[in-house]
């Protein structure tokens, strides 16, 4: 701390200000949606898919640009949440689906936060999070997947579905040190999965990870790399159906606890 501002907390000192707040209403929505599984038991029981549709708005002006458009993070799960609704809705599970478009994510994961504290079905039905966040940039042969490793891995059951699903599909080579509690970014808690996870859900978040061009007006359409974007769809999908189609719903494991 300056001398200068040490200088006030000691002896007698008056301070008067004219403070100025501006406070403004942050409105918000989950969309959220459904498509009933086929098997009369099993479609009591729910594959949430999930992914925050806010972004950024109009922000300070970068290349001449002011509008943060988002493209990547997080209209590239959006679209891809569509296309797997498509999918499902032509093939339905044994399980049912649901879609869940979080709001204020950006704002601190507010839209998952309240879901999670008020789902539209019952919260020990929802047996798997699919979260993604950021699938449709960078390397077209590699991506990631958190929740994978410990400690924040807290399903083997879901973490080999979803490995199983990259071998027969899409075959990433896979990141793993964003899954790290060491990674410096902490990504794994910064994205929708992480209110359900605390609460014991098995959950993971697909990703192609970070880029030079994320928060800023270049997060556009004209710079999604497409063919990655339909493989990471793919591989959300694929692991999907093989949560709704499995005998047992995937158990989350003993003892789980994140570093914090």
Do not use: C
């Amino acid at each position: 701390m300056h001398q200068s501002a040490k200088n006030l907390f000691t002896g007698n000192v008056n301070f008067k200000a004219n403070i100025i707040v501006e406070q403004y209403p942050y409105p918000s929505v989950n969309i959220v949606g459904y498509i009933k599984g086929t098997d009369p038991v099993l479609s009591k029981e729910y594959v949430l898919y999930s992914g925050h549709q806010d972004a950024h708005g109009i922000r300070n002006i970068i290349n001449g640009d002011s509008i943060y458009y988002g493209a990547d993070d997080n209209a590239s799960v959006d679209v891809a949440m569509l296309a797997v609704a498509r999918a499902f809705k032509k093939n339905p599970g044994k399980r049912s689906v649901l879609f869940v478009i979080q709001g204020a994510e950006e704002r601190g994961l507010l839209g998952s936060r309240y879901y999670s504290s008020h789902p539209t079905v019952p919260l020990n039905s929802i047996v798997a999070v699919l979260n993604g966040d950021m699938i449709g940039r960078n390397n077209t042969d590699s991506a990631a997947v958190l929740g994978t490793q410990s400690p924040h891995k807290n399903s083997t059951d879901l973490t080999n579905m979803v490995m199983a699903a990259n071998n027969e599909g899409p075959k990433f080579k896979l990141d793993t040190l964003y899954d790290k509690p060491t990674h410096i970014e902490g990504w794994y808690f910064r994205s929708d999965h992480l209110p359900y996870a605390r609460l014991g859900i098995p959950a993971l978040m697909f990703t192609s990870l970070l880029h030079d061009d994320y928060h800023t007006p270049m997060d556009n359409a004209q710079n999604i790399n497409y063919p990655k974007l339909k493989k990471m769809t793919e591989w959300m999908y694929r692991t999907g159906w093989k949560v709704a189609n499995a005998a047992k719903r995937p158990a989350t494991d003993v003892g789980f606890k994140l570093e914090r």
